[in-house]
């Protein structure tokens, strides 16, 4: 039987460079430090409750899964937002954490400049290019975003989000079995709740 322990270090790729393990709180820091003051959408909660809830729903499935660069994908999951939603730059997260943190964060970061179904498509599409850590993140930030529907969203936005959950699900869902049945289940749970008995919703 393998251990963890035979495998710690090999990831993937024997050759390539894992993330070094103290990294994550360094990316901690960084995120607190640039959402500052920002509230995740229709809630008086910080920002970071957003993050923390795609690092805890990544933690327990990196555990099983050793070969894994769990540095890694901790890195990207505290940083998917900082490009996209404040002032940080690819370039920054590059200095402080290196290409591989920065190719993640970036692949997760939606070009704005596109219509909003193409600019997931296309993120989608740069994601699937990278290792497999960073489409667990994703998988893991779509799972933490379809909990609690802020109270503005029309009935309609909260199927379209439905919608685009399930996109993600059908590209990316192959690369965690947990992961994928975790955001099936927020999907059909969110589309009960906030479509069929949604009738409090405009
Ligand atoms: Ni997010």
């Not at 690819?90 to 970036?106: K, N, P, T």
């Not at 933490?144 to 590209?171: F, M, S």
Request: proline share 5%.
């Amino acid at each position: 039987m393998m251990t963890t322990k035979d495998h710690a270090y090999e990831g993937d790729d024997p050759g390539k460079m894992r993330v070094p393990p103290d990294l994550p709180q360094h990316a901690w820091q960084f995120a607190a430090i640039r959402h500052q003051g920002q509230r995740y959408p229709g809630t008086e909660l910080p920002y970071l409750v957003h993050i923390g809830a795609v690092l805890l729903n990544l933690l327990p499935v990196l555990q099983e899964m050793p070969l894994l660069d769990s540095a890694l994908a901790q890195c990207c999951a505290i940083l998917h937002d900082t490009v996209e939603d404040t002032n940080t730059t690819g370039d920054e997260i590059r200095a402080q954490f290196g290409e591989q943190v920065a190719a993640g964060v970036l692949a997760l970061t939606k070009d704005k400049t596109l219509e909003k179904r193409l600019s997931m498509l296309d993120s989608l599409r740069r994601i699937r290019m990278q290792p497999r850590e960073i489409w667990m993140v994703k998988l893991a930030d779509r799972t933490a975003n379809l909990g609690e529907a802020p109270v503005h969203w029309t009935r309609e936005k909260c199927l379209a989000y439905a919608e685009e959950g399930q996109l993600i699900l059908d590209a990316l869902g192959g690369v965690s079995e947990v992961l994928a049945k975790r955001l099936s289940e927020r999907i059909t749970a969110w589309k009960t709740k906030y479509v069929e008995q949604s009738s409090l919703r405009r």
